[in-house]
């Protein structure tokens, strides 16, 4: 989007994303009064009802605050923002890359992965337990298709995530799998690691079904840290 001017189609989205954008970049700093709506209206030749529709989805994103005066205050998004505002920070002029991002979620990935084994193997039904062991025989008769082995792959931790009875871990499993939450490719070296060692699989189910808390947290998170790149962070620049 090129600044100073915004395509007719979609206004409300092209400058909720613009100004979502400033924030993040800092452009507007947390503290300080969002732009007056008569000055974005006319910045960028839009009416002030796309304007107000914008500020409507910042607030939505607890991005800004509007008080009853009217004043419309930037947020700190790094106190106030949801997981939702992900695809946003990578967009940004300065702050986390991409790649940042990328990992942040593939640590919170294996973090999450490895509770919920825990919280699985204490919870779940002997039912449950044992659909969890059969769809790793499923995963294992899957492919050669990565598309396959993906979807298996995927079913075969939503029973270990819905298994753990966690609603939050859920929600956060359904946004790593929607791409809410942006995770870029992962190395071919790392993905296979952990996507391809059934054996693995075959052992946290059996940690599950046998009731071993400890055991079946401890190798989820191996498995899947394997995917977690190791290299050190670069940052797009400083933020306080």
Known sequence: MTEGHIRREAVSDQLFALLRDRILGGALPPGGALTAERELAAEFGVNRHAVREAVKRLQQARLVEVSHGGRTQVLDWRRTAGLELAVGIAAADSGPTVQDIARDALEMRACIGADAARLC???C???AA??????VEAHAQAGPDLTDLDETYIAWWR???EGSGNIAY???FNSLVDGMIPVADVPADLG?????DVEAHRRLAGHISAREAGAAELLARELLARSVPAAPRAR???RR
């Open 121 to 123: 193997a204490l919870r």
């Open 125 to 127: 039904s002997a039912r």
């Open 130 to 135: 044992a659909e969890i062991a059969a769809a």
């Open 159 to 161: 029973l270990i995530v």
């Open 170 to 172: 859920l929600l956060a």
């Open 192 to 196: 296979a690691g952990e996507i391809l």
């Open 236 to 238: 797009k620049g400083a």
